[in-house]
């Protein structure tokens, strides 16, 4: 029996209505919650890597029917029921939905010159799923029931599939656990313990005529598995973006800006000096943003007449329920009181809460957007499915139209750019976890699960999820966060009351720069009792002043180095100057006497693209900070390539992330490719729970969970791990191609569940 529905008749779910079945029992919710963290932390990272998620609900499903069948075997428990494990898919998928709206946007606050608080993190994760749970419950009896066969829902569907498959016994979760594993050893060898680098590198120079061009992978399970599941076309027109920043623009900056004796806006460093990357930062970040921005615009324009049909449906189903005086137990809903009051609730919790700093009108437009882009986005996840559901192009709407009310209201200024954030970021989560919900309550209605049940298990996960998302987030951030040593005058302003240990081991008053001062930038430093700068406190998300490098002592006794003319000069960490010189594969800060100060270890830094995104819509509309010419020319290589017929929310992704993610994705894409050719692409991809797929699912998490362990070795122990190989060239590519060999082979090898 398939749950996948057939237009125009009266669905019979696998589990009938007036069947008793054990459902919402308390060990479905803990492990729903426990694999909802897991996919949640994985979802953070993703996010920040490539502002990019993955469903989790079927890689979940999957999970909890093997847990149970391996519990009910060692230790003799009851089986698990189809609606039990339709509990833990509810429970767990909520983590994914939240992370990607909290990973998305509040890194730009480190952009902006602000913490990344955890309350704040904690109180915008749950709250604004919170809103995604309750406006979802009014909707369902006309989403799933009234237009069963109109609208497909397609993870909902095949999830369905996956856990009717499962219960005839023909489901194993060995694809994902090996994908996991795969993963996450990769990943631990590659972070932590450092055997081989995160790239492999080829400048593709032609001598010196192409200055600057440069073609790299990054080597990691998650940019394989995340390419496998996006297909071959959509990685291809990424991988295609990325070639247009780093094989034709870098060097076509270098070419005609060389000349330049001085430093062009918005860079304070001359073109002729400037790395691939500093290009990249400083200039290409900009034309991404801007293609990106216009992208999710076309792709919201696009789904303009979905949007009207879903606020028009949406608000005639409002309140609908079952008819009839004995409601079915597959028809009964939380009731509307607890709908309109926990409503109320969320909105003084949002009102009251001083972390938060929500005024009177933000709060209102959270209400609002919220109400009406979690009716869009359950709408569109039900005719396209939730991977292309543009949340990130609602969340650019909310934003604008927000500092567009701010600057009418003459709020403009520093102090507005936290509370525009957070206000789109509550709307963001809400949308995200609405989206999620409905494809939910489609599983469960297509299995025969009692709505009232999962929207009780999926508020359980919306808390736990949020518990650790904040927490995530803080760690990967700590990891990755860099101390710059800084000279120059005193600050004027800025002072925040805090203290903090410098990398020097002495303390220091932390000042939050809001607005550029001098040659500093905007940014959180660390200065002494006379106000004079430190340390720059770089965060782990690129910025145009990203200081990618941890200075270590160097091994006692370390032999004396040649230092070439002309080498680079760097502060270490006690305010002297140094040369840069690199030997044998390591960098190190070399003093007057040739012998070796310090050791430089790079420190991976998080693109955060959605973020970014967020930011300079804020910086351009409240502080008049945008560099324009260069965002309009990303906004019109975006309408370009709609011209040509190709979306161009992947080129423009592809165009603003580093080309090796891009590339890196672009293997994955490849591998799929090849898995199509060997046995079609209705067996190998299509659908979401072929054993390619659940692999590359398995290798995302994986991979994920992997690089939030070594953000956490890399603050305890920075110096950890030894490079056993020669990391340079493509040396790196060797077991990188070896995963994806496997990951071929299990796509074409394995037979699907379904």
Not at 102 to 115: H, N, R, Y
Request: with cysteine; proline share 6%.
């Amino acid at each position: 029996m398939s749950a996948t529905p057939t237009p125009g008749s009266s669905y019979v779910p696998y589990v009938p209505a007036s069947a008793s079945v054990r459902e919402l029992t308390i060990r479905a919710v803990i492990i729903g919650a426990v694999l909802g963290i897991v996919f949640a932390a994985s979802s953070v990272y993703l996010g920040l890597k490539v502002g990019l998620t993955v469903s989790a609900s079927i890689p979940i499903a999957v999970l909890s029917i093997t847990l149970f069948k391996w519990l009910s075997r060692a230790f003799g428990l009851q089986p698990a029921t189809i609606l039990e494990n339709n509990v833990v898919q509810t429970t767990g998928s909520a983590g994914e939905s939240i992370a990607a709206g909290v990973a998305f946007t509040l890194p730009s606050l480190l952009l902006m010159g602000f913490d990344l608080e955890l309350g704040r993190i904690l109180m915008v994760a749950i709250l604004g799923g919170l809103i995604g749970v309750l406006m979802m419950i009014p909707l369902r009896q006309g989403l799933m029931v009234k237009e069963h066969g109109k609208l497909t829902f397609p993870e909902g569907t095949a999830c369905g599939d996956v856990l009717i498959v499962g219960e005839k016994g023909g489901t194993s979760a060995s694809t994902v656990f090996l994908g996991f594993f795969v993963g996450f050893g990769y990943a631990i060898l590659n972070l932590v313990l450092k055997w081989w680098a995160d790239a492999a590198a080829f400048a593709m120079t032609f001598g010196d005529r192409l200055k600057g061009a440069m073609l790299a992978f990054e080597v990691s399970p998650p940019m394989l598995g995340v390419g496998y599941i996006i297909g071959p076309r959509t990685a291809a027109n990424m991988f295609a973006g990325g070639c247009l920043a780093f094989l034709v623009l870098v060097p076509m900056i270098h070419h005609f800006g060389d000349a330049l004796d001085d430093p062009m806006y918005p860079a304070t460093t001359t073109i002729a000096a400037m790395s691939p990357g500093q290009i990249r930062n400083n200039f290409i970040l900009y034309i991404g943003a801007g293609a990106v921005a216009t992208g999710g615009f076309i792709a919201l324009a696009r789904a303009l007449p979905s949007i009207g049909g879903a606020f028009k449906r949406g608000l005639g189903n409002l309140g609908r329920g079952a008819e009839g005086a004995e409601v079915p137990r597959t028809e009964r809903d939380l009731p509307m009181s607890v709908v309109l009051g926990g409503s109320l609730a969320v909105i003084l919790a949002i009102a009251a809460a001083p972390i938060l700093d929500i005024n009177a009108l933000s709060a209102v437009l959270i209400v609002l957007f919220g109400f009406f882009f979690v009716t869009v986005s359950s709408r569109i996840t039900g005719e396209i499915g939730s991977s292309s559901n543009p949340i990130s192009g609602m969340t650019v709407a909310t934003l604008l139209i927000t500092c567009a009310l701010f600057v009418a209201l003459g709020w403009i200024g520093t102090d507005y750019k936290a509370l525009a954030l957070t206000t789109a970021a509550l709307v963001c989560v809400a949308a995200s976890n609405g989206g999620t919900i409905a494809q939910d309550l489609k599983t469960g209605f297509l299995v025969g699960g009692t709505p009232r049940a999962q929207q009780i298990a999926i508020l359980c996960g919306v808390i736990t999820s949020a518990l650790v998302i904040g927490w995530t987030l803080k760690v990967l951030d700590d990891g990755a966060t860099t101390f710059r040593p800084l000279t120059g005058a005193p600050l004027t302003g800025g002072a925040s009351g805090q203290t903090m240990t410098g990398p020097d081991g002495a303390d220091y008053q932390v000042v939050y720069l809001r607005e550029p001062q001098g040659e500093l930038g905007v940014g959180k430093y660390l200065v002494d009792g006379d106000q004079r700068p430190a340390f720059q406190v770089d965060p782990s998300v690129i910025s145009s002043q990203t200081y990618p490098w941890v200075a270590l002592p160097a091994p006692a006794g370390a032999p004396a180095l040649t230092v070439p003319e002309g080498a680079p000069v760097e502060l270490g960490p006690d305010h002297k100057s140094y040369r840069v010189v690199d030997e044998a594969g390591q960098r190190y800060l070399v003093g007057a006497s040739g012998a070796p100060a310090y050791t430089l270890e790079p420190r991976a830094k998080f693109d955060a693209p959605k973020a970014q995104l967020f930011r300079l819509i804020i910086d351009g509309m409240l502080g008049g900070e945008l560099p324009v010419a260069l965002v309009m020319i990303g906004a019109m290589l975006a309408i370009l390539i709609e011209l040509l017929g190709i979306s161009s929310l992947p080129f423009a992704v592809g165009l603003y992330l580093p080309i090796a993610t891009s590339a890196g994705i672009f293997v994955g894409g490849i591998v799929r490719w090849l898995v199509d050719r060997k046995r079609g692409p209705a067996a190998s991809g299509t659908s979401e729970f072929a054993p390619g797929t659940l692999m590359a699912s398995g290798l995302i998490a994986g991979g994920a969970i992997a690089g939030i362990f070594s953000a956490i070795f890399a603050v305890s122990y920075p110096d950890l791990g030894k490079s056993l190989f020669d990391n340079h060239g493509w040396w790196p590519m060797t077991p990188f191609l070896l995963m994806a060999g496997l990951l071929w082979w299990v796509g074409t090898r394995r037979k699907a569940a379904n």
